[in-house]
């Protein structure tokens, strides 16, 4: 199982940028897809972004598409979140997790969350 550790959360204001990182221990990292997930404070975790094994393939959820960037290098066991012009909807505790397939609802394993606060 592949052990996931979240960073670079924090506060920024609207319009900032943010970029999360997640390193995965383990030397199966690259057998899993990854992706990012969110949840505020009240709502469901929702998924944000997608990567496959090999990097070449990325999906996002409509409302960050365009301002988000999901990339891994698996060199280095790590897997990316990019976050610009950050808006407050975008406030939540991030996660990335590993993921079994590219359905992203099959999970592996997960980090333990990194807090995001965008201020108005």
């Known amino acids: 199982q592949v052990r996931l550790v979240e960073s670079g959360g924090g506060l920024v204001q609207t319009g900032g940028s943010l970029r999360l990182s997640c390193a995965a221990s383990g030397r199966t990292f690259t057998r899993y897809p990854m992706g990012w997930f969110r949840q505020a404070p009240g709502k469901e975790r929702e998924f944000v972004a997608g990567i496959n094994w090999s990097g070449d393939s990325t999906v996002y959820e409509d409302s960050v598409n365009g301002r988000f960037t999901i990339s891994r290098d698996n060199a280095k066991n790590t897997v990316y979140l990019q976050m610009n012009s950050l808006e407050p909807e975008d406030a939540a505790v991030y996660y990335c997790?590993?993921?079994?397939?590219?359905?992203?609802?099959?999970?592996?394993?997960w980090g333990q969350g990194t807090q995001d606060t965008v201020s108005s």
């Open positions: 997790a590993a993921l079994h397939d590219t359905t992203w609802r099959t999970f592996a394993s």
